[in-house]
């Protein structure tokens, strides 16, 4: 029908004045061509009777000409707002946001797979370990009875340890137990611009009674959120919601949203209230097994040393070590030599990802200090109160562990006398480290501030 | 054709008309007003395809005819002719003649064949409001300044006519403000639409002291406003209006009272030392009488000044001086009240006695 009325145009276009076909012409549209009944769309009542008067004779003849039974035209105000160009459109990163308002448009139109879950993400390719078997157990009995327990299911963790790999996994297995379940994943950031579109194109009340159909709502990175009040505000009556019709609501962040800035408390304190669970650092026989069942998965021969090398040497993430897993394979493909060859000969040098670059040590007792809230001349003090020596220490830790200074050498940047006090102080970290998660917690934010 | 008029009337009927008639369309004949007589009723019309303004000019004689004349010549030419004087203008073959004693001139026009057909209220099923000119004239300044001129955003760029309760309401938000005001109580039609500001201020700029009462017709995608010898049509805005009553808040917990004048005052004087933070001004209420508002300029220095009222609880909120002056300006009563919270909500404003208009403005982040 698009077709034929371009032709009409054209055709239109020859007999009329430019200016009058511009004027009159530019937003007309076919509607509808039924029994010879045409309907021609106009942008709005201003032009309905000029085009019947002057120009339907034009249109019918063109009509005809392009093989359209014409018994009668009539003319129709259609709704512009559709077609107008909308201002979101031109912003940058079109494509996400285009496909996600289509994948949630989908979601409620229809039962098929474009609710924001990705279907590589499975349970069975979640590896388990100590590292995250209280949150898998949790997961699991999500996927056994949702929306009971563990409701709403807070998952939280460093960057790269799975969260989005889990709580993916937990939304296809709901599907795949039963198909009719609504579910949504949405980062939060695309909730924010979906929000955002809603409000702008006045559709604010359509956009949350959307949610309201749902039976699972996934939100992720949670800790986006900072700074939308607007849009916490909408989450929160959206979250409200769904947890008063016993709707299953789960939420990734990289930290508790009590330590999530501009968090309000009533939100904070409800999203834990079904328990939070952490995803935690790999050990060293979880890495070896993580990179097993990939290896398995590609179905990759790799020796064990170079999975054990490669365990050993990355130690920030599991996104990191998959990657420097697959660089290592990739290398002994185009290399031709084995990956404990590679390693062995040196070529893979994976201890790179473990110091991105050096950084001086005077900026990292300056963040340690700006971390805890302190001048730098008072961390660097002789203060024996507590927070201060902590921060001392952290500042002692960071630096011989990111730069491995001698003690020496440390002692001179943090202003304590004698390097067997950095010694003290480096272990004490280490130990307080094997108990004490929310310290564990600030120094992966200080090395994030680092390094970031 | 032919017309006789007094200078007055045709210059006035001419300069309502003529505002909308130099645009940037693209078909020349939009420029032109279209003289229509027929059987001694005359009238002006010009159109730009999204509103109309018609004026019905009284006159002593006329001829039956119609001609189209270039709007903003002809009203540049009739307005810098004497007072009081009286004009005839008649019109052959598209040459209008206008003459009046000493003046006369020939301008070209052009047939009215080509000057659209106006699209008509359809007067059943229209939803007709009456009201005072004087109280409609009010309603529609105080809202039409919240009103957004973002086209990227066209459901903001109208007036709201809802009906609540019964009652007509009018809004208007640009998004960091928005202005509400009950127009008209005890209506029995229902109503929910948007009017564009700029058709709305064409009806404001067309209001003169001789009218008294209104009448709005709504019908269709169209909106019709009659009042006195001028009548506009305008289309209305293909958009849904954002629910606009939940952005007030409900439990702002800070009331005070201030005096509306003074209230301008120090906001104006915070607002000079405001210019170089987009205007953001502090406003703190402060057991257990003063209300101050600050501003902070680092490199002018600093203002501050207070005004006495009673001050139940204590809070602080930062604002935009601009919007807050805008809105102080829509109020009218001496005594106004300013409701806040210290939560990040936004402000509402209202007469003291008067609560039918609520200017909310939203706070800054601080």
């Known amino acids: 029908m698009y077709n034929v009325w371009k032709n009409v145009l054209a055709e239109v276009e020859q007999k009329v004045s430019a200016a009058n076909f511009s004027t009159w012409f530019q937003d007309t549209s076919l509607i509808s061509t039924e029994n010879g009944s045409i309907i021609v769309g106009v942008k709005n009542s201003f032009y309905v009777k000029q085009l019947r008067s002057k120009f339907i004779d034009i249109i019918t003849d063109s009509l005809i000409k392009n093989g359209i039974e014409v018994k009668n035209i009539d003319f129709e105000v259609q709704s512009t707002n559709k077609s107008k160009v909308r201002p979101r459109e031109v912003t940058p990163f079109p494509d996400s946001i285009k496909s996600h308002t289509k994948s949630i448009k989908k979601t409620f139109e229809s039962k098929s797979n474009n609710n924001g879950l990705n279907s590589k993400y499975t349970l069975d390719s979640f590896v388990i370990g100590s590292n995250n078997d209280v949150a898998v157990a949790a997961a699991k009995s999500i996927i056994s009875s949702p929306g009971t327990r563990c409701n709403p299911f807070f998952l939280y963790g460093g960057p790269g340890l799975g969260k989005t790999h889990l709580v993916q996994a937990i939304g296809n297995e709901l599907v795949k137990n039963n198909p009719d379940y609504k579910i949504l994943y949405t980062p939060v950031s695309q909730f924010y611009s979906d929000f955002i579109d809603a409000i702008q194109n006045g559709k604010g009340k359509d956009f949350n009674r959307k949610f309201e159909k749902l039976d699972c709502l996934i939100i992720d990175d949670f800790q986006f959120i900072v700074g939308k009040e607007k849009s916490q505000e909408e989450f929160f009556n959206i979250f409200n919601n769904l947890y008063q019709l016993n709707k299953q609501i789960i939420v990734t962040s990289d ?22 669970f952490d995803l935690q650092l790999p050990k060293f026989e979880d890495k070896c097994a993580i990179l097993r069942a990939k290896a398995e998965l590609i179905g990759a021969e790799i020796e064990p040393e170079a999975i054990e090398y490669i365990a050993e040497n990355v130690n920030t993430n599991i996104r990191d070590l998959e990657g420097e897993f697959s660089t290592i394979l990739l290398m002994s493909e185009v290399r031709g030599l084995t990956p404990l060859e590679l390693i062995q000969n040196g070529s893979a040098n994976i201890n790179h990802i473990r110091k991105p670059r050096l950084i001086p040590s005077k900026q990292i007792v300056e963040k340690v200090a700006k971390y805890y809230d302190l001048p730098v001349k008072e961390m660097c003090s002789k203060s024996r109160v507590a927070h201060i020596k902590t921060a001392r220490q952290v500042a002692m830790y960071i630096l011989s562990k990111e730069l491995s200074l001698s003690t020496t050498k440390i002692a001179n940047e943090v202003g304590v006398k004698d390097h067997t006090t950095v010694m003290h102080g480096i272990k004490k970290i280490e130990s307080d480290l094997k108990l004490n998660f929310t310290l564990r917690d600030q120094i992966e934010e200080i090395k994030e501030k680092i390094y970031g | 054709m032919e017309i006789e008029v007094t200078q007055d009337k045709l210059s006035k009927a001419l300069n309502n008309v003529s505002r909308i008639a130099i645009g940037k369309v693209t078909l020349p004949v939009l420029n032109n007003v279209l003289i229509r007589v027929d059987n001694n009723k005359v009238s002006l019309v010009t159109t730009n395809l999204d509103m109309a303004v018609i004026d019905f000019l009284p006159v002593s004689d006329s001829k039956n005819g119609t001609v189209t004349v270039p709007a903003k010549l002809l009203a540049e030419f009739v307005s810098n002719l004497p007072k009081g004087e009286k004009i005839k203008i008649s019109a052959k073959d598209a040459k209008v003649t206008i003459s009046t004693g000493k003046y006369k001139s020939v301008i070209n026009g052009s047939p009215s064949d080509d000057f659209p057909e106006l699209p008509e209220i359809n007067e059943k099923e229209a939803v007709v409001f009456k009201m005072g000119i004087d109280e409609f004239k009010d309603g529609i300044s105080s809202v039409a300044i919240a009103s957004s001129n973002d086209l990227t955003r066209p459901a903001l760029t109208g007036i709201y006519f809802n009906t609540d309760n019964k009652t007509l309401c009018i ?93 301008i005052r ?45 001050v139940d609880v204590e809070g602080k909120i930062r604002l935009n001086s601009r919007f807050l002056i805008d809105a102080l300006n829509a109020l009218n009563d001496k005594t106004i009240t300013f409701n806040f919270s210290s939560r990040i909500a936004p402000v509402i404003l209202r007469n003291k006695k008067n609560q039918d208009y609520t200017h909310i403005v939203m706070p800054l982040n601080s």
Do not use: H
């Open chain 1, 255 to 276: 930290r508790l949203p009590s330590q999530i800035k501009t968090v309000d408390e009533r939100l904070a304190s409800r999203l834990t209230m079904g328990g939070a």
């Open chain 2, 171 to 263: 809004a208007a938000t640009d998004g960091y403000r928005l202005a509400e005001k009950k127009l008209i109580k005890n209506v029995e039609s229902e109503i929910n639409v948007i009017v564009p500001t700029s058709s709305m201020q064409e009806v404001l700029r067309a209001i003169n002291e001789d009218m008294e009462e209104i009448e709005i017709s709504f019908n269709n995608d169209l909106v019709r406003f009659r009042l006195g010898e001028v009548e506009i049509i305008s289309k209305l805005i293909d958009a849904s209006f954002p629910d606009y009553r939940r952005l007030i808040p409900k439990d702002n917990d800070i009331t005070v009272e201030l005096d509306r004048e003074e209230l």
């Open chain 2, 266 to 310: 120090v906001t104006r004087l915070a607002a000079l030392f405001a210019k170089s933070v987009n205007g953001s001004i502090t406003c703190e209420s402060k057991k257990p009488n003063t209300f101050s508002v600050k501003s902070i300029a680092n490199e002018l220095g600093e203002n501050d000044s207070s005004i006495e009222t009673e």
